[in-house]
């Protein structure tokens, strides 16, 4: 009899110690709930502790998860429809927030993709199918990555990157979508050549100033030096005709020459006699 007891009771022990313990590896997250109230949050990898049959562990993976979205169709601030298919990749950062908020991966999923969603939505209706391909492809992922991540930190999500995977245009829109983009590159190449028509007048307006500046200081230092030249000059004149009386008599027939006699005068002199002696060299 006693031993048929002792078999009930040891395997009622070994239940009790066996339910009281569990394992945590070192890519997992653990909550311990008691009567759903989150009780702990354990990181650490190994055996640990809990109440048998009172608590109840969750466990979460703390890798890398990746997201696919749903192809979503949205409209374009230039009346376009697209269709958009978004990548993310997201961790658990606050498992106790996401417990309460999510519960599982599959939940807080399709919350995730509800706030991309409406993040494409907001994003698509203030940018043209161009920016969004190719234009401003970097800031328009940027701003769906930012406010991707902080609408989703209250589910205790901590979202790492957010790409497109996909931006199709659907065929009805094609057409008028590559005229629109020819039209546009054709108004920004009439721009740039007239931007650059502009630049180079205004090159050419500031070398001919500056060529007109030189040249007038030129004159004006040739004018310079052509009066201090004169001055000189007469300087050396005065000086050498002041104790030379002939010399002066001479310098001032030459200059009665020049002022009295134009270009085509006929002139008839006695080479001998008069002002005109001097002309001839002995």
């Not at 048998?52 to 979460?60: C, E, L, M, Q």
């Amino acid at each position: 009899m006693k031993k048929t007891l002792i078999i009930p009771i040891a395997a009622f022990l070994i239940a009790l110690a066996l339910s009281s313990l569990y394992m945590l590896y070192p890519y997992e997250i653990a909550l311990v709930t008691r009567f759903g109230e989150v009780q702990n949050v354990e990181r650490s990898a190994g055996v640990h502790f809990r109440l048998p049959w009172i608590d109840d562990v969750t466990k979460y993976s703390s890798r890398l998860y990746e997201y696919y979205s749903d192809t979503a169709s949205v409209i374009t601030s230039n009346k376009q429809t697209i269709e958009v298919d978004i990548l993310a990749t997201f961790i658990i950062k606050d498992p106790e927030k996401f417990y309460k908020t999510s519960r599982t991966i599959d939940r807080a999923i399709k919350r995730l993709d509800d706030v991309t969603y409406s993040v494409m939505l907001q994003v698509a209706g203030k940018n043209t199918f161009e920016d969004i391909i190719s234009i401003n492809r970097e800031p328009i992922l940027l701003d769906i990555f930012t406010s991707t991540r902080d609408q989703t930190a209250d589910y205790g999500l901590d979202v790492k990157t957010v790409q497109f995977k996909k931006v199709l245009l659907l065929a009805a829109n094609e057409e008028q979508v590559y005229k629109s983009m020819i039209t546009e590159r054709e108004r920004i190449s009439i721009q740039t050549r007239a931007e650059g028509e502009a630049e180079s007048n205004q090159i050419r307006s500031r070398a001919n100033w500056e060529a007109s500046v030189i040249v007038a200081e030129a004159n004006v230092r040739a004018a310079k030096i052509k009066a201090e030249g004169d001055k000189e000059g007469q300087r050396i004149i005065n000086n050498a005709t002041q104790n030379n009386a002939e010399l002066y008599s001479y310098l001032k027939r030459l200059e009665m020459y020049k002022t009295s006699i134009k270009p085509g005068t006929s002139v008839i002199v006695n080479p001998n006699d008069g002002v005109f002696k001097n002309l001839l060299v002995p």
